[in-house]
């Protein structure tokens, strides 16, 4: 490269949703010179972090408070990030299957969990409708009243127990910057240790600046989380938008669950309810959690993100109605408050206990320890034009060669799906061709046959199958 501070395409946040657009566009566009910055000194440090979320594969089958149309979009996007992790040498390191299913506890929700799974049946072949007595055979924990016997309320669950179900976001965010630098015919530059101060617009290009260079480039993807939306502000863009940070905190217990054990979502309640998760990096555990805390930074443990927290927060009256309009509901009044109470040492171990009791009946008190330093930062939006929260993922496309994304759940899962987007409109941008086909036939599958099979694990040999014995007990259930 002529001058190594010139680039095409420049990227900012080497997370996961940073990682995996400079991933696509070195491998499928003919984009030729793309640079990524990180202020940090690896890939991930911060909510793509392996502790720091749930580490879901999110499909759209147990979370109940996903549309038909949702559940689908998140499917296809983790489709394809099953589809590309199968194809990594180290695959096994990345992705994981364990069984899952979403449980409902009384009438109201049992017969919710019905309906689901009528609406749900076509879309998804692998799932079923598991009654107590099959519960009990995937997570025996599940169904074990406090006083010995069975529980008594009704419970039911949809779920499946052959898919992958979990994906290391961490490890899968180092994949694809690997992946990246393997591209022959390109320039791709990593810089770690980069912190993005400011940017500016010059002669129709970026001016990127760190504390120490200042990078050109002519298009420009913004992938850093809550400080997205700084460094959209800083351009002039994004202003009617504010940003809430919502926190999630986990405990751990001994291991008490096989597999992803969900709840069903109260749809008053802007953040899923808590489940019951294995931890892919500790082993002989269960993690509990997230809880939902808003908190005035950006980074969680990093009180220096809290001025940046100030800028992006940018209170005003719209801010303070939209705040209004959501604690004038009683269940997030009551929520807010229960989570605020989540993180008082000494009760909060009293209050949780209750919650995840909804899950495993006979957890102890002593059973529980809240897991320090684990759990990231939602940054969710609130439109000011509107007064109101968005859920998912955002996106400011400028149109003029600069976008910006915040990735709040499903951000992991859609990782992706979320590159691709702005993989194409870059390309449009600045000429350059895309290889669908390559695409396609490497993150798609080539077929309905090929799609089933990624994504429900065919593609592994059956030795290196830790849920063979799930499926064993499914056709013994079927038949
Ligand atoms: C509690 C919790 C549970 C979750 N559970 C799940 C789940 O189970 N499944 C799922 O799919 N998703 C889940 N998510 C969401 C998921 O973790 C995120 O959507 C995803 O990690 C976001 O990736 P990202 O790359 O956009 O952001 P991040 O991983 O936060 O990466 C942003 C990067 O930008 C860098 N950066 C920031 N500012 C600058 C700057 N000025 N200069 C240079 N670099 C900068 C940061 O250092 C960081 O590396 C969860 C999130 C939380 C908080």
Known sequence: MSNPQQYDLLIIGAGVSGSALLYSAARYTGIKRIGIIEKYAAPARVNSLSSNNSQTLHCGDIETNYSLEKALKVQRAA???????????????????????????????????????????????????????????IEPAVVAARRGGLREE???????????????????????????CQEADKTVDV??????????????????????????????????????????????????????????????????????????????????????????????????????????????????TLPDFLRVLRFDRQV??????????????????????????????????????????????????????????????????QGRLLLGEAKIDTGRGAIFNMTPSPGGTSCLENALIDMRAVAAFLGAEVDEQGLAAELLGSGDESQETAFSGRLLDDAQRPAGRWRRWFRRLRG
């Open 79 to 137: 489709r394809m990030l099953a589809n590309f992790c199968l194809r990594q040498p180290d695959r096994d390191h990345l992705i994981y299957q364990y069984p899952k299913m979403v449980l409902g506890v009384g009438e109201r929700e049992c017969e919710l969990l019905r309906a689901r799974y009528r609406e749900l049946q076509a879309h998804y072949p692998q799932l079923r409708l598991l009654e107590k007595k099959d519960i009990a055979r």
């Open 320 to 385: 303070a109605k939209a705040l209004w309009e959501l604690l004038r509901v009683r269940d997030i009044r009551r929520y807010m408050l229960k989570n605020i109470l989540f993180e008082v040492p000494l009760i909060r171990k009293l209050l949780f206990l209750r919650d995840a009791r909804k899950i495993v009946p006979t957890l102890r008190y002593r059973d529980l320890s809240f897991a320090n330093k684990v759990g990231g930062i939602r940054p969710q939006l609130i439109d000011k034009t």
């Open 191 to 304: 810089r770690y240790n980069e912190n993005v101060l400011h940017i500016d617009v010059e002669a129709e290009r970026f001016l990127v600046s760190s504390a120490t260079t200042c990078y050109q480039t002519r298009a420009l993807v913004v992938c850093a989380g809550g400080h997205s939306l700084k460094l959209a502000h800083d351009l002039g863009y994004g202003r009617h938008y504010s940003c809430l940070p919502v926190a999630g905190s986990y405990y751990f217990t001994p291991q008490v669950l096989n597999g992803k054990v969900y709840t069903v979502q109260n749809d008053k309640l802007p953040f899923a309810a808590i489940h019951g998760d294995p931890d892919v990096l500790v082993p002989g555990k269960t993690r509990f959690g997230p809880t939902a805390l808003i908190l005035p930074i950006l980074e969680r443990y990093n009180y220096r």
């Open 154 to 180: 009704p419970i039911v669950a949809l779920g499946s127990t052959d898919e992958y179900t979990a994906v290391n976001f961490e490890a899968l965010s180092r994949a694809f910057v690997r992946g990246a």
